[in-house]
């Protein structure tokens, strides 16, 4: 999604274009078919993209407490506990390169059970400039 500024405040909308200086939500939905514990889960971004909070840092949100961490390439989350369940974790990122860029794929693996893994697909992104 990308974030507009109206009027009525702050809105998100599809992200069909995207120029440089805009601000992406990205959503990560994840579904648990039994309870995972020591989860780790690494989305790659596409190299046009700079994370909005730097900072490595815990949070709580969908009723887990997990810890995120960005990367040069990547934003990293780590979760003690993840109960069966649907998930959606999001981060929001700049976007600062016009161009076409390949967004990474996100992966996550129990690091108990390595077999106990997933992955998303990857997409092509184009960039206009501002």
């Avoid at 078919?33 to 889960?41: C, E, F, H, L, Q």
């Avoid at 076409?100 to 106990?116: E, M, R």
């Avoid at 998303?120 to 184009?126: K, N, T």
Wanted: aromatic share 10%.
């Amino acid at each position: 999604y990308r974030r507009v500024t109206t009027e009525n405040g702050v809105t998100w909308q599809n992200a069909d274009s995207l120029k440089t200086g805009d601000i992406v939500q990205v959503n990560l939905t994840i579904t648990v078919k039994r309870d995972m514990d020591y989860v780790a889960i690494t989305d790659d971004r596409g190299a046009c993209f700079e994370p909005v909070e730097q900072l490595p840092k815990p949070l709580f949100s969908e009723g887990i407490c997990f810890y995120r961490e960005n990367r040069d390439a990547s934003t990293n989350m780590f979760v003690t506990h993840l109960p069966k369940g649907v998930y959606r974790l999001s981060y929001e990122i700049y976007v600062n390169n016009s161009g076409t860029y390949s967004s990474g794929i996100a992966t996550l693996q129990s690091q108990y059970a390595p077999a106990l893994s997933a992955r998303s697909s990857g997409s092509m992104i184009e960039v206009m400039p501002q």
